[in-house]
């Protein structure tokens, strides 16, 4: 099997994933937003929650979190850093109870990408770019993978996940898709 790790990634392995099931192929992006605590960024929090390491001493939201075992492929913070959790391969724990085009279990044929931000803030430009670019290397691994079939959290488990939210600027990251589609090189940082 090959390499699923993307070279441009720091790569911080953690042990929220296991094996995909036999003979599922990888057919579906998520985009998700997170921000640890809610509405602060930077910090080491999301690295410390999917490294199953996350006080929940430092801050009284951390309580009720704190012994989740969740991950996703990627984290996309807002000066454009992208960090690798889980080999592409691998089944990530980023959708939880979900469903797309009829199937449930979308773990099993997804790969996340969290951007960090919230459902109500602007996400950053390098962001987008990031995204775009990440993207273009995900669908080159995985050309089932086409425009429709990467959609936000807020699609594959609606009423109880809203991210990435209305911040997110759907219009724009398909443009940008679209140029690294046609071989424009976007320039990150």
Same mark, same amino acid.
């Given at each position: 099997?090959?390499?699923?790790?993307?070279?441009?990634?720091?790569? #911080?392995?953690?042990?929220?994933?296991?094996?995909?099931?036999?003979? %599922?192929?990888?057919?579906?992006?998520?985009?998700?937003?997170?921000?640890?605590?809610?509405?602060? +960024?930077?910090?080491?929090?999301?690295?410390?929650? =999917?490294?199953?390491?996350?006080?929940?001493? #430092?801050?009284?939201? +951390?309580?009720? /979190?704190?012994?989740?075992?969740?991950?996703?492929?990627?984290?996309?913070?807002?000066?454009?850093?992208?960090?690798?959790?889980?080999?592409?391969?691998?089944?990530?724990?980023?959708?939880?109870?979900?469903? =797309?085009?009829?199937? #449930? #279990?979308?773990?099993? =044929?997804?790969?996340?990408?969290?951007?960090?931000?919230?459902?109500?803030?602007?996400?950053?430009?390098?962001?987008?770019? %990031?995204l775009a670019q990440?993207?273009?290397?995900?669908?080159?691994?995985f050309p089932d993978?086409?425009?429709?079939?990467?959609?936000?959290?807020?699609? /594959?488990?609606?009423?109880?996940?809203?991210?990435?939210?209305?911040? =997110?600027?759907?219009?724009?990251?398909?443009?940008? /898709?679209?140029?690294?589609?046609?071989?424009?090189?976007?320039?990150?940082?």
């Amino acid at each position: 099997m090959p390499d699923g790790w993307l070279p441009q990634a720091r790569r #911080a392995p953690c042990p929220n994933w296991d094996e995909r099931p036999p003979g %599922v192929a990888v057919e579906l992006l998520v985009i998700h937003g997170i921000s640890l605590p809610p509405g602060v +960024f930077g910090g080491p929090w999301i690295d410390d929650l =999917f490294q199953n390491r996350l006080d929940p001493e #430092a801050h009284p939201y +951390f309580r009720a /979190i704190a012994g989740l075992r969740v991950s996703s492929h990627l984290l996309i913070r807002r000066d454009g850093e992208l960090i690798q959790y889980v080999d592409l391969y691998k089944r990530a724990w980023h959708a939880g109870v979900s469903r =797309f085009a009829g199937r #449930a #279990a979308c773990n099993d =044929f997804a790969i996340g990408v969290e951007l960090e931000g919230t459902d109500e803030l602007p996400y950053a430009e390098i962001q987008y770019r %990031v995204l775009a670019q990440a993207t273009q290397a995900i669908r080159a691994r995985f050309p089932d993978i086409g425009l429709e079939r990467i959609v936000g959290h807020s699609d /594959i488990a609606p009423g109880r996940k809203t991210d990435p939210g209305a911040a =997110f600027d759907w219009e724009y990251f398909h443009t940008l /898709i679209g140029r690294v589609d046609e071989g424009s090189v976007l320039h990150v940082g």
